[in-house]
Structures are given as structure tokens and as C-alpha cells.
């Protein structure tokens, strides 16, 4: 079973907004990380937040984690049209730190 | 570095053949992962190794999937027989001890008719 859930599946904007997208978990997790996908790829690392961590920034990139509620979000400001992809939370667990579960996935479109 | 390559990129075969998929992971990299993607069932983690020995095979779906690493530098899954539903996407990650990324290869895509 899928440790991460995206929300939500698709959001499409305009070039120039911000896209935020949110992952929830289900258990502890020793990091959570966010990878991107374009159509046909492999998937490339975006970001990785440890489980100590509140917020962490990247570039145009965003990530908080709440621990508490099991729950990460994504920021990408000031969109582009190349940042059209599929994005997706993974988790790593306490017990397993190299073993990452993925979610299901955004797929994120952003129009010119 | 040329990232981790992974090879065909595309197969179609007939149900009931077999099917070899290959991964050279990155130079360094002592962790090696097989993952197979879905619509249905997005990512799914099917084996990883540590040091080319397998730890955890509790992903491969059934008997008929085998994954091998007989060195550092290369690895397979092999599906025999092959059947319709063992479509999707298969991907090669392979990450380095103390390091938590993984680096994707572009992955082979496999239909079984």
C-alpha cells in the first residue's frame, strides 16, 4: 500500500502562479522527500526534509512538514511552463531510512 | 557521470516469453533499487540490494519475477513466463550509504501482449 497520498491529483494554473500541492502519510518517517517526473522519465530529486525539520527552501521550491498531522506541502512559486510534470512525495521511514514509499502523485500543468 | 542507465527502453513481447531487464547504477552507489510503475498502482518497490546482496524482495509480485546484482555495476529482473498484466514502467534507482537521494534511471518500458 502506498505510504504518502497526493492531494490534489491534477492542478492546472497559469504560468507566473504559485502551484502548492500536499502529501499525507500514514506512519513515522525519518525523512520525506519530493521527486518530479516528466512525461516518459525517470523520476529526478527534488527536495528532502528531515523529520526534525519544519520548512525547508530550494530555489523556487517550498517544502514544509507537520509531523503532527503526518502532512508535507510543496510550494513552487512564480510557475513556469517547464515545470509541467508529475510531482510526488515519498517517505522514509525510521527503521528503513533507504527504503522510499511513494505517493500517487500531482501531475501539475501550467499554462503559457 | 552518466546517471544510471538502464536498458531496453522499450520492449513489446508475447505472453509467456521472457523478459530481461538491465540497470547500471551509478559508480559509488552501494544500494539499488527496482521499482515498477502503474496507472493503477503508481510506484511500487519490487527489490532492493545493499553491497549487491538483496535485502528486502517482499515487492516482487510472484515466482515468475527474479532480480539478480551479480557485481556492483549491473543488475536484472527477469520475468518468466511474461503475462499481460506485468505492463508498466520498470525503474532502476540506486542511491549512495549516508545519502538520502535517489537517482532514477529513464526506465524500461515493457508491453506484454
Known amino acids: 500500500s502506498q505510504q504518502g497520498e497526493e492531494d490534489p491529483q491534477a492542478l492546472s494554473i497559469q504560468e507566473g502562479e504559485n502551484a502548492t500541492m500536499n502529501c499525507s502519510y500514514k506512519?513515522?518517517?525519518?525523512?520525506l522527500q519530493w521527486y518530479r517526473q516528466n512525461s516518459g522519465r525517470g523520476l529526478v530529486h527534488l527536495i528532502l526534509?528531515?523529520?526534525?525539520?519544519r520548512e525547508k527552501h530550494s530555489g523556487r521550491l517550498r517544502v514544509t512538514l507537520d509531523t503532527s498531522k503526518k502532512s508535507s506541502s510543496l510550494l513552487i512559486t512564480a510557475s513556469r511552463a517547464a515545470d509541467t510534470a508529475s510531482y510526488f512525495c515519498?517517505?522514509?521511514?525510521?527503521?528503513?531510512?533507504?527504503?522510499?514509499?511513494f505517493g500517487s502523485g500531482t501531475q501539475l500543468t501550467v499554462l503559457p | 557521470d552518466a546517471g544510471v542507465i538502464q536498458s531496453p527502453r522499450h520492449e513489446v513481447t508475447e505472453m509467456g516469453q521472457e523478459v530481461t531487464l538491465r540497470c547500471k547504477p551509478i559508480?559509488?552507489?552501494?544500494?539499488l533499487f527496482w521499482y515498477r510503475q502503474t496507472m493503477m498502482r503508481g510506484l511500487e518497490l519490487l527489490i532492493y540490494?545493499?553491497?549487491?546482496?538483496?535485502i528486502d524482495d517482499s515487492g516482487m509480485p510472484e515466482d515468475r519475477f527474479s532480480a539478480k546484482m551479480p557485481n556492483a555495476s549491473f543488475s536484472t529482473l527477469k520475468i518468466q513466463p511474461s503475462e499481460p498484466r506485468d505492463s508498466a514502467v520498470y525503474f532502476c534507482?540506486?542511491?549512495?550509504w549516508g545519502n538520502g537521494e535517489l537517482f532514477f534511471g529513464e526506465g524500461s518500458r515493457l508491453t506484454v501482449l
Open positions: 506512519t513515522s518517517i525519518n525523512n
Open positions: 526534509i528531515r523529520s526534525n525539520e
Open positions: 540490494f545493499n553491497n549487491n546482496v538483496p
Open positions: 559508480s559509488g552507489h552501494d544500494y
Open positions: 534507482a540506486s542511491i549512495a
Open positions: 515519498a517517505t522514509a521511514t525510521s527503521g528503513s531510512a533507504r527504503q522510499l514509499t
